[in-house]
């Protein structure tokens, strides 16, 4: 009985100085589940580090040599139309070696809402040549803008992405407005040195423009207009001014107006003469008399005679010009 009381005193002693002091662990060897589970997590978490690393090394390895090439364009088709042909693509490394079986991404413009341009993303991979090509959908709407083709990289980071960049091709992406049997009406007005409207010259970028719009395949479509007397009074009053000219007619789907100034007057040297031109042009939609579009070129021509010299930057501008407009109207 004296044993057993001693007993219990002990035990009452030990769970007293237990709460107190919190030292009364279990000497087991054994981890508790909760322990196991953080370290298996650690464990799990390492292996995915190391598998990341292994990944990204050996991509970086990929393409390290890689070159991305543009082997034909796509067309440059009309709005809603689809696109003919593809854009087809060779992967090999500095040798020529073909990647064969390779994966590609490409980010190309998907929709435009007026000066907006959304994006989309595809994977293609290459044949056994290290070929691939990739065909659009149809686009809505024109717009001039780049597609691109670059490796797909196994994990997102800062440092592949600049690795990509440097073996990635961009090339030109554009569709040609579509003007449903529409007119355009184009008053472009040219500037003397003096900074006067020229008004009675046989050459003019006005008329030029007119032609470069047929040859990009717009014949008959464009038009040339006189609005000169608003030029400088805004959007609105060229507007009503280009409605009066056609009588209110619903023909005409654009207007395209601007002016042709000098940078710098026309010089002679040992080389001939020598003159700088820009012009800016902005785009109407006739039928909310909306501007929506203004792009501005600069032309630097050099010829032995000073007529030409004019001739030549009217001519270019006009190229330029026709060329930014039809991928924007």
């Keep these: ?7 219990v005193c002990l035990s009452l002693a030990l769970i007293l100085t237990c709460s107190l002091f919190g030292s009364c662990e279990s000497t087991s060897q054994e981890p508790s589940e909760k ?3 953080v370290k298996n997590t650690k464990t799990e978490e390492s292996d995915k580090n190391d598998s990341k690393s292994e990944n990204s090394a050996q991509f970086k390895k990929e393409i390290q040599n890689m070159k991305i090439e543009l082997v034909s364009s796509s067309d440059n088709p009309v709005a809603g139309a689809a696109f003919k042909t593809p854009y087809t693509v060779s992967v090999k490394d500095i040798d020529g070696v073909p990647y064969a079986n390779y994966t590609l991404s490409v980010t190309y413009p998907k929709a435009r809402n007026e000066n907006a341009i959304t994006f989309a993303q595809a994977e293609i991979t290459t044949n056994e040549n290290g070929i691939a090509t990739f065909r659009p959908e149809p686009v809505a709407s024109s717009l001039n803008s780049t597609i691109s083709f670059e490796p797909k990289p196994p994990v997102s980071s800062p440092s592949l992405t600049k690795l990509i960049k440097t073996v990635s091709l961009e090339v030109p992406f554009r569709v040609r407005f579509q003007n449903a049997g529409k007119l355009v009406m184009i008053d472009i007005i040219d500037y003397s040195e003096s900074g006067k409207m020229i008004l009675d010259s ?6 030029n423009t007119v032609q470069e719009f047929w040859k990009a395949g717009y014949p008959y479509k464009a038009q040339n207009a006189d609005f000169h007397t608003v030029i400088d009074q805004g959007p609105e009053a060229i507007h009503k001014a280009a409605v009066k000219l056609v009588q209110g007619s619903n023909l005409f789907k654009y207007i395209v107006y ?3 100034k000098y940078v710098s007057p026309v ?8 003159v700088t031109l820009e012009a800016t042009v902005s785009v109407i939609d006739y ?3 909306k501007e929506y579009y203004t792009t501005t070129k600069t032309c630097t021509a050099t010829s032995k005679n000073r007529w030409e010299v004019l001739k030549a930057c009217q001519t270019q501008l006009a190229k330029d010009l026709t060329n930014d407009l039809i991928y924007a109207m």
């Design 35 to 37: 322990t196991q589970v």
């Design 267 to 274: 010089s002679e040297s040992e080389n001939g003469f020598s």
């Design 202 to 207: 046989a050459l003019s970028t006005s008329s």
């Design 287 to 289: 039928a909310t008399a």
């Design 1 to 7: 009985m004296k044993k057993t009381l001693k007993n």
């Design 258 to 260: 601007g002016k042709v």
